[in-house]
């Protein structure tokens, strides 16, 4: 099965419990993982679980609900809950992808009113994730369990039962924003990339131009190359007396 894409499994995510989450990595608080599982089987012991969790220690309380239940439920599916409480994309991307399959094949069809099932508790996403470091001994258990739950059913679209769906300018301008963060990403991504190529060629020509130099020797084309790379342009020149960072990215 082919992996669902960031933005697929945020609107997914965002329908199903009735959130307003804008990143992945905001899956690391553990509360969407335990209440997506409460929708497959509806006694997650949701008054435990707190959505609103700001510390790395409300994360990992969340994460032992989750412990927990996998092993009441016989799920054979290891938790790196050391690795998702820091609420890293790429981690929270795998896990989250992992459970919208269990989703896709275990849940029933029922309707699930996820506002009722959390008692009203706020759910907002975390603004900023401030972690509290506890030790790596309490977040550090690679959760391995019995066996998972077969028999799978058509999941179910549309509207849940008790719950206030936003405006369609509401969707409209979230879907609006999903779309610029992705592509904000892959910006920064192929940036990051030529940023890294001229930077070899900058060092490969200085290291070339220093060895010719101390032979008395000097090469035109690479002169012409380092002016190249070190032109600038209206509105980008270093600014006189700044400090120069030698180790600085973009």
Not at 53 to 77: G, L
Not at 92 to 103: A, T, V, Y
Not at 210 to 238: C, H, M, P, R, W
Request: aromatic share 8%.
């Amino acid at each position: 099965m082919a992996a669902v894409s960031r933005s697929d499994l945020l609107a997914w995510l965002n329908e199903l419990l009735q959130l307003n989450y804008t990143k992945i990595e905001q899956c690391g608080t553990g509360g969407a993982y335990c209440q997506i599982l409460d929708s497959i089987y509806g006694d997650v012991p949701m008054a435990r679980v707190k959505m609103n969790a700001k510390h790395e220690y409300e994360f990992v309380a969340n994460f032992k609900v989750m412990q927990t239940f996998f092993k009441t439920k016989k799920i054979d599916k290891p938790i790196p809950v050391e690795k998702l409480v820091k609420c890293k994309m790429q981690d929270n991307l795998e896990f989250l992808q992992w459970m919208k399959r269990f989703w896709d094949s275990n849940y029933g069809g029922h309707g699930y009113d996820a506002v009722a099932r959390r008692r009203g508790a706020p759910a907002e996403p975390p603004a900023t994730i401030a972690p509290l470091s506890i030790g790596s001994r309490s977040a550090s258990a690679a959760l391995g369990v019995g066996a998972g739950r077969s028999g799978g059913k058509t999941p179910i679209s549309g509207h849940r039962a008790g719950s206030t769906q936003p405006s369609e300018a509401m969707l409209a301008l979230q879907t609006k924003l999903r779309e610029m963060e992705t592509h904000m990403e892959g910006l920064e991504k192929e940036r990051d990339f030529y940023f890294a190529k001229l930077r070899d060629i900058e060092i490969l020509v200085q290291q070339q131009t220093e060895a010719l130099e101390g032979q008395g020797k000097e090469d035109d084309t690479l002169k012409e190359i380092q002016k190249i790379l070190y032109s600038t342009e209206d509105g980008f020149e270093v600014p006189e007396n700044a400090p120069v960072d030698e180790e600085e990215t973009f």
